[in-house]
């Protein structure tokens, strides 16, 4: 069985919910990233890079599932800290991406949001009782719905090439979905300390 505050969650259920899931990103990110290839955006790039971070941390939460609290707690923790660290690479990439003059193909981008809001709707549906368990639980919840939040973005972000021709809204949609996604680990980490306190 779960341990204490996701004992009440069904194991099984939540097994299955997590490796579909970890499939799906798994899939999407091999998609994703063939597209951003083509199609020049940063945030294309980046929402592949998190299909493939997302699939990492959906295995460890698999992996950590049956593990102590104070085990989870730390993995969890673990988690948010990468995700913070990679930010700064990846908005240095996003950047010199920009500046090297690179036209995003709104076309592409259109195409690889609809697919990725359909894919983490999917994830949510199956993954909507893990608001309910500890932080290592409700990161993979919190990494699902901030990701449904950036492909939206994305297409908002390709219809306002399209009308405008610039590509400086790729980069500020790359620097927003940074953000959000460093938000999401903070949230993260603070349920994760607080389960730390409370074990101590």
């Known amino acids: 069985m779960l341990n204490n505050s996701v004992k009440v969650l069904n194991e099984d259920k939540v097994k299955r919910g997590l490796y579909l899931v970890l499939w799906v990103h798994i899939v999407m990110f091999f998609v994703v990233f063939a597209t951003a290839l083509k199609a020049n955006s940063i945030a294309v790039y980046l929402d592949a890079m998190d299909f ?16 102590n609290n104070k085990i989870r707690s730390y ?14 690479p990846i908005l240095a990439f996003a950047v010199q991406h920009y500046i090297a003059g690179y036209m995003p193909h709104y076309e592409l981008m259109t195409m690889t949001g609809s697919f990725g809001i359909i894919a983490h709707a999917i994830c949510l549906y ?52 940074l953000m959000i996604a460093v938000f999401g680990a903070l949230k993260i980490l603070k349920r994760a300390f607080v389960e730390l306190k409370n074990n101590m």
């Open 52 to 67: 493939f971070g997302d699939a990492i941390g959906y295995s460890l939460s698999i992996y950590f599932l049956n593990k």
């Open 75 to 88: 993995v969890s923790v673990c988690k948010a800290i990468v995700i913070i660290i990679c930010a700064i």
């Open 126 to 177: 199956y993954l909507n009782d893990l608001r309910k368990g500890d932080s290592n639980l409700v990161s993979a919840w919190v990494l699902t719905i901030n990701d449904l939040l950036c492909n939206l973005l994305i297409i908002f972000t390709s219809f306002t090439i399209y009308l405008t021709g610039h590509a400086f809204w790729d980069l500020l949609t790359a620097i927003i979905i």
